[in-house]
């Protein structure tokens, strides 16, 4: 492969890689939401658990 053509596929791929790792470095920066979801989720388990565990009232005959 010709050396300037070697460079520039070098130069390419290097800004490519500096792009993901830019991104990568914003994405863990950015707090997902995962408390919220995390809460909300619990909260129906929660909810679940409780509509599960009462008992139905017996019918009146």
Do not use: F, I, S, Y
């Amino acid at each position: 492969m010709h050396p300037e053509t070697h460079l520039a596929l070098h130069h390419t791929r290097a800004a490519e890689l500096h792009a993901q790792a830019d991104a990568h470095r914003l994405a863990l920066t950015a707090k997902p939401p995962r408390e919220l979801r995390t809460r909300l989720g619990w909260t129906l388990v929660e909810l679940g658990l409780r509509l599960a565990a009462t008992a139905p009232k017996p019918a009146v005959a």
